[in-house]
């Protein structure tokens, strides 16, 4: 998701200053996704630039409201509509880094698949600790299951390596 569709839905349910759409960010991912306040100004920036948002006046304490505009709902519209493609997602670096292990032969491949289950069943652990301490909130629930799900796969995925592994000896 990009941080641009994100401000554009929070958007789309009444106008907010920066740091409201920060905390509201955070808060709908779980801070999961932690965003710099800079991020948030140099995105609104940009979906003023492209006509998606318009300022309004400055609050008391000199912060500018934005609205989304119609062409802003008309993008996010398009947005929500538009599944998500693999090509789309950034590169899995864990992924990478085992087929580079491999390749170069500079590395033990089973300390490094031992390394990450290691580190991943950690973040399991605190991903299922979250979710008991989550709020009512669907979006929250939703975000950490996701990564818990994730998590999940990425060890029975790196039991597949290993496997794979022992067959090539």
Avoid at 19 to 24: D, K, N
Wanted: aromatic residues 4%; negative net charge.
């Amino acid at each position: 998701m990009s941080v641009r569709h994100g401000l554009l839905a929070l958007l789309s349910t009444g106008p907010r200053h920066g740091y409201q759409l920060r905390v509201e960010f955070e808060a709908s991912t779980g801070a999961t996704w932690p965003l710099n306040i800079g991020q948030v100004y140099t995105t609104l920036s940009r979906l003023e630039r492209d006509g998606l948002v318009e300022p309004g006046e400055a609050d008391e304490q000199g912060r500018v409201v934005h609205t989304i505009t119609a062409a802003g709902r008309e993008e996010l519209a398009r947005w929500f509509s538009t599944p998500v493609v693999q090509s789309d997602r950034p590169r899995d670096e864990l992924v990478i880094k085992l087929a580079m292990a491999i390749a170069a032969g500079r590395a033990d491949v089973a300390e490094v698949i031992h390394r990450q289950r290691t580190a991943t069943m950690r973040a399991l652990q605190q991903l299922t600790m979250a979710k008991r301490a989550a709020t009512d909130s669907a979006a929250q629930r939703l975000v950490i299951d996701s990564m818990i799900f994730q998590a999940e796969a990425e060890q029975r995925w790196l039991d597949h390596c290993e496997a794979v592994l022992k067959e090539e000896r």
